[in-house]
């Protein structure tokens, strides 16, 4: 795992992590199904820090996110972009905790979706 706090984790860093938390059988009360999704995203507050991530998992109304250094609960705009798209997404991030390797996971509900060319 890299030390740099501004360095995007791996994907060994999301599996371990992912491992770690060991997801539960519990019935969360969720309204969509979420899907595992990892793939690199950045993370802009409202202050204008770039926060590099991976994501965790994906749904219709939210996403979970892994990266280093805690995110405060609040609006981000989340970027991921495939092979011929940028997509743009406002979250209110909803909760942020610890987890193992110095790294956070946190999720949020989408906002609103903006795509760019």
Partial sequence: MS????????????????????????????????????????????RGNTISTMTREISRFGIGLLHKGQINPGEVTVRMASETRQFEYRVLIEWCRPCDGGMFI???????????E
């Fill in 3 to 46: 030390n740099d706090p501004g360095a995007r984790p791996s994907m060994d860093d999301l599996r371990s992590v992912l491992e770690s938390i060991n997801q539960s059988d519990a019935n969360h009360e969720r309204s969509a199904e979420r899907l595992q999704l990892s793939v690199p995203a950045e993370v802009t507050t409202l």
């Fill in 106 to 116: 946190s999720g949020g509900r989408f906002l609103a979706r903006r795509d760019a």
